[in-house]
Structure formats: C-alpha cells, structure tokens
C-alpha cells in the first residue's frame, strides 16, 4: 500500500472512531466503583452492593413500626428484620476485600444486635442508615439516575404495571389488591413516604421485595424505573403543595441541601426537614416532581471540582486508589477545565497554578503516597480553588471579562484550525487546481456538523463525560498530527521547480490527486473537529457564569475573535498568492510541521487529562498554545515529532540533490 492510499485509510478510520468514541462515551468518572480483583469481585459488587442498600433501607423504615417501646408488635415484621440484617450480612463477606470491610460486617453486627435488645426505633434507623452511606461510599455505589428523569413520561408505564396493585392513584387499592398480603404500598401514607429516599423506591422496583407479591422490574430500562420512582415519591403532593414547593425553591430553600440529584434522590423527606427546615422538605416535593429544574441550580464547576476532590480523598483513605485517580480526573475534567478560559481572562498565572496543583495530586495518588500527603495537597488545592472563585466572583458580572474571556476562547482554540484551512486552501489556489477546494470544504462542514452535533448528543441526549471529551480530541490531534506531517512532507517534497513540473506532468489524469486532496480534507476535518466541541462547551459555560448583563458582551467577544480570524485567514490567501512557488511550497510545509508537533504535545496532554496515560511532571515551561506541557511524555511525543520533521527534510534534501543532475541533462 502506497503512503497516499495509507492515510486515506487512515482518514476514513479517524472518522468512524471519533464516531465510536462519542456514541460510546462512558458515564460521569465518579459514577462508578472502584475496580474489584477479578471478575468475580466486580460482579458481587455490583448485584450484591444495591441489594445491601435495598435491604438497609426497609429496616430503616420498617423497624419503627414493628418495636414500640421494647415491646414486639408486628412479630412477622420482626423476624424479618433480623432476616434482613443476618443477609446483610452476608452480602458483605461476598464484596470485594477493600479495607473498610471489615468495620462495615461489625456495624452490621451491631446493628443486629440492637435489633434483638429491641432497641428504640430510633437508634435502630439511624444505626441503619449510617451503614446503608458506609457501603455507598466504600464501594462507591451509583446511587442517582445519569440524568433527571421525565416524570410525566412514565405516567402510562405506571398505569400498565403497578395500578393493578397500587391503584390508579398510588393509594394501594387496586383491583388485585383485595386479600394480598402485605397490602400493596399506599404512596399516600404520609409517616411512611417521609421515611423513603427516592433511591429506596428506585431500589424496590428494581430489585422487588422477597417473600412478598412485589416482584422486580429489572426487565424495564434504568431511566423508567427511576422515573417511576420519582412518580410514586410525588403522587401524595396535591397542587397546593407543590405551589408551596416551587416558592421556597425559587427563594433560595434547600439549594445548600439539595444541589445535586444524587442528594435530591438519597434523602428523605424526614432527613431533609432535619437537616434544612420544613420548607427545604416542601421544595424538595416540589424538586421530585420536576427534577429538571435541578438544572437551573447546579453547583458551580469549582464547587463540583472541590466536591469531587473530596470525595477522592475519602475514597483514597479507604484504599480505593483508582477510584480517587478517577474522582480526581472528574474534578479537572467536568470542573475546572469549564472555567479556565474564564479564569485566563482574570488571572492567568493562577490559572497555571491550579493545573500544576491537579496534575500533582493525580501523580501522588498514582505513586500511592501516604493519605496525609495527599490531603496536604488536596487542601492547597481547595484554597487555589477558593482563590479562583473570589476572582470570578469579582469579574463574574463585569461586561468586560465577558468579552475578554469569550474572544480568547475562539482565538485560543481556533487560531490553529485556521491555520490549517488557510494555508491548505492557500495551497491549492497556487497550483490551480480550484476544484480541490470542494474536499477542503467537505472536511470542515462536515466537522462543523458534527461538533454540533456531539455538544447537542452531550447536552440532551447522553451523558458525554469529561473523560470522553478530552479521549476524542486527544486521539483526533494525534491523528491531525501524522496527516500534518504527510502533508507538510508532500508539499516540502515539491518545493523545487523540477519535482513540481514532474508532478503536474503525473497528474494529467487526477487520481493521485485525487487521492491527496481527500487527504487534505481529512486533515481540515480533524483541525476544525477536535477544538469545536470543546469551544461550545465553554461557551455555554461561559454563558452561564455572565449573568444576562453581560450576555451581549459574550456574543461581541465570539464575534470579534471570528473577524479576527477571518482576517487572517484572508490576509494568508491574498498575500500567499504573490510569493514564488518554491518558497510558498517551503514555508507552507514547515507551518504545517510545526502545527504537527503542537497537535502532538496538545494530544498527549488531552489524553493524560482524561486519565489514558500518566504524566510525570518535570521542570520545564508550559506554553499551551504552542502544545508545549511540563510532563515527560508530552515533551517527548514532541521530540519524536521534530525528529521525524528533520528526517524528512534531510530526506527531501538528499533526493532533490539526486535528482537535479538528471533533469539538468
């Protein structure tokens, strides 16, 4: 196979896997647990783990109606509740070893034994409760939906499974209800619906009840089986109170309490009037009723940055190494990378800083340094982060930062595209060849469509993680990197006057043409593609942080960083045309090289931020705009590629120096 053929081959692959890469995107990186040893260790955790939480979560509930005051009054209840803690028990002897197991079997213990002493209800719960978050948090359980639900989407669904049972209205008098028992579930029962968290309903209709005519409906997707539960956790709210709800949202209640779905679904009614006030409690019937508009409150990308942080640090302190590698990935990834441009605006230096302070506690979690160590550095991070949200907080509003920071976004992150597009369309207006200009054109339309079309896929559709993103445009800019070098030596290669007049005697018939020109689009799809989608998500970030004061001054810093490079683009296509095409040819190739070894270094840093290969740190500037970062790996990929750069000059060289004998006689 000729080189030609080689990246036209390699084109066509870059497309179907970016393709690949996005539709396969995985889940948000703190989504998931830690890796168990084996693949019997992962499938315990994730069969066993849910039914652990599933069983905890009725004795929480359950246990207060079964013992009053020392006294048994349900005995069926009760031995089921000594039933569900001895298989509590159980279970965890089957998860995976981590270090916390063991504290997690004497809690079950324990919490056996208080039921025998028929403790009161209230220690039993809380005793509970505390077990049921221990083993979410040790194994690192998913424990809220991907995304919120549409609630009013399942009401059909309900109607066809569980009004048999538990009635059109959720009050446990269906048609089949009469003589079963227990009697089906009545949503409407205020003391028992306080007790439940959304993820316990979640977890009943998922798992089932054993011993009871409450079957599981695992056979349903994940996203009806939570959006039932949210259903059935908002049916006993009439207009009122959900009126009453949405006002103490609007106000400001509950927003400390409930920022997130996964608080919004792990807390009950009960836990958040404790811990927030009755009006947190009737914002958030509200909330189950209308999750979307958990959106309109997200946490800021430096509040989840710290959040995830955190957690990391819980989790490394437990022993699960890779899953605080993963949470401290999510913390750069989905959180401060969102800002940053903003940041830049504002305060570069500590923009600098704060990436050195990520990258260190990813390598000191990856070298396994003592806990202590890492949450030294974890908190010097935090005050960074502290340092980074006073900063925004006092440009936040300012029309100015706007402007600045959404026209150094599209210069910072189109500057190299255009580059590409000019020269390549620069290209082939010096040799003629005008028609070429329809695959230049294909490439970057078709990137243009199908960025837009990734952000719409990540922004309704599915949940494009962090790690996804930076995987894509890592892989597509070391792929832009090899067709640039391609490229870049073709053209070098007809820099002389008599390599180009053979080749136009070559090409009377077009096909090797042909053949370059679709590699030259594929080249023009990759430069546009990788830096787009990542553009977009910053701009809708940015959006957010403006506030609608300063909207307008987004949009005129989008519009003045495009002219900007319009004019570039234009003045390397006026100015090209008057140059001799030897040196044209010549510089043109070494502009394209040099492209080459940024989109190397910024491919390498893309896939070490999203956790594909390690970075090691070392002392060295940082200029991201010309892909240069302090780490070994990146330094070297670049290395490699001025060394392959230099080859095919010396190449070049030595087979021009061949050949002008022969075309001189």
């Known amino acids: 196979m000729d080189l030609a053929r080689a990246v036209e081959a390699l084109q066509r692959f870059a497309l ?38 599933h069983l905890l979560d009725y004795v929480a509930v359950d246990y207060p109606a079964t013992v009053r005051e020392g006294r048994v009054v349900d005995e069926a209840e009760y031995r089921e509740q000594l039933e569900f803690v001895g298989q509590v028990a159980r279970l965890l002897r089957a998860m995976p070893a981590v270090a916390e197991r063991e504290r997690l079997l004497q809690q079950a213990a324990q919490l056996g034994r208080r039921i025998e002493a028929r403790a009161p209800a209230e220690e039993v719960s809380r005793a509970a409760d505390t077990l049921r978050w221990d083993v979410v948090k040790v194994y690192g359980l998913t424990v809220a939906p991907q995304r919120a639900p549409n609630v009013q989407a399942v009401a059909a669904l309900y109607q066809a499974q569980c009004a048999a049972c538990h009635g059109a209205e959720g009050r446990g008098d269906g048609p089949a209800a009469a003589g079963m028992e227990p009697a089906p579930a009545n949503f409407h029962d205020p003391e028992r619906m306080r007790s439940r968290s959304v993820y316990g309903l979640y977890n009943t209709i998922t798992l089932g009840v054993a011993d009871t005519p409450m079957p599981g409906f695992k056979q349903l997707t994940e996203d009806d089986r939570w959006a039932l539960a949210f259903l059935v956790a908002s049916m006993r709210h009439d207009a009122a109170a959900l009126a009453a709800g949405e006002a103490a949202w609007r106000e400001g209640q509950g927003r400390r309490t409930l920022g997130s779905l996964r608080e919004l679904v792990t807390l009950s009614p009960a836990e958040v009037a404790a811990q927030a006030g009755d009006r947190a409690a009737a914002a958030q019937a509200w909330l189950v009723a209308h999750p979307q508009a958990l959106d309109e409150g997200r946490p800021s990308p430096l509040a989840f940055a710290r959040a995830q942080l955190r957690e990391g640090l819980e989790r490394y302190r437990t022993g699960d190494k890779e899953g605080a590698r993963q949470l401290a990935i999510s913390a750069y990834l989905e959180g401060f990378e969102l800002v940053e441009n903003s940041l830049d605006a504002v305060d570069g230096a500590l923009r600098l800083e704060i990436e050195r302070e990520m990258m260190a506690v990813r390598q000191a979690i990856g070298e396994g340094r003592r806990a202590d160590d890492v949450a030294q550095r974890v908190a010097r991070l935090e005050a960074l982060l502290d340092r980074a949200d006073a900063a925004l907080a006092e440009e936040s509003l300012s029309p100015t930062a706007a402007f600045v920071s959404a026209l150094l976004i599209l210069l910072r992150e189109g500057l190299e595209a255009i580059l590409v597009l000019a020269a390549i369309v620069a290209f082939v207006r010096k040799t003629g060849r005008r028609e070429a200009i329809a695959y230049v054109h294909v490439g970057w339309i078709g990137a243009v469509v199908l960025g837009f079309a990734t952000w719409a896929l990540a922004r309704y559709v599915v949940d494009i993680s962090g790690a996804s993103r930076e995987l ?123 492209l080459a070894v940024v989109f190397a270094g910024n491919g390498i840093a893309a896939l070490q931020e999203a956790g594909v290969l390690e970075a090691t740190a070392m002392r060295f500037v940082s200029v991201p705009v010309l892909g240069l970062h302090p780490t070994v790996e990146g330094v070297a990929a670049q290395a490699a590629t001025l060394a392959l750069v230099l080859a095919g000059l010396w190449v070049g060289h030595a087979r021009a120096r061949r050949e002008a004998p022969a075309a001189a006689g």
């Open 16 to 53: 179907a896997g970016v393709t690949a890469l996005l539709l396969c995107a995985p889940a948000g990186a703190g989504a998931s647990g830690p890796p168990a040893s084996g693949a019997r260790a992962e499938s315990a955790q994730a069969e066993s783990g849910p039914t652990i939480v």
């Open 472 to 594: 894509t445009e890592g892989v597509t800019a070391l792929l832009a990197a090899a067709m640039l070098l391609y490229v870049g030596y073709w053209l070098h290669s007809k820099s002389h006057a008599q390599a180009w007049q053979r080749f136009i005697r070559e090409q009377v018939g077009g096909a090797l043409a042909r053949r370059t020109w679709w590699a030259m689009a594929g080249v023009s799809f990759l430069a546009v593609y990788r830096e787009l989608f990542e553009v977009l998500l910053f701009y809708q970030s940015l959006w957010g942080q403006a506030g609608a004061g300063a909207h307008t001054a987004v949009l005129g810093g989008m519009a003045t960083a495009a002219a900007v490079l319009a004019v570039l683009a234009w003045a390397i296509l006026k100015y090209s045309v008057r140059l001799p095409l030897g040196p044209f040819f010549s510089a043109t190739s070494w502009l394209l090289a040099a």
